[in-house]
């Protein structure tokens, strides 16, 4: 069984079982979360799909890990200018592991 789950602006593909990194949210490490929003279910051929989220399905998670991902180099530069400017971003990730897909 799997299902498409949209968090973060993103959608992921997730099975029990799996671990996942998604987008960083509020959340103590250990704590058992709920993802409501979940556009498609499937087993097998049988597959459910939501217009846009399905009802009465979610997906049950625990909270492993905070982090933050590899820097991203941002170099900016205009030739023969003078200009350039260097600049780094690490985002932010909550590291999940998939208990279940209720409903």
Do not use: W
């Amino acid at each position: 069984m799997y299902a498409v789950i949209k968090s973060g602006g993103k959608q992921y593909r997730v099975a029990p079982g799996e671990k996942l990194r998604v987008e960083q949210f509020p959340a103590d490490v250990g704590a058992e979360v709920n993802l409501s929003e979940v556009l498609l279910v499937g087993e097998g051929s049988n597959v459910r799909l939501g217009q846009p989220m399905l009802a009465g399905v979610s997906v049950r998670a625990t909270v492993l890990a905070h982090g933050r991902g590899e820097k991203v180099q941002i170099f900016k530069m205009r030739r023969r200018k003078n200009y350039h400017r260097n600049q780094g971003h690490r985002q932010g990730y909550t590291e999940l592991q998939i208990d279940g897909i209720v409903g």
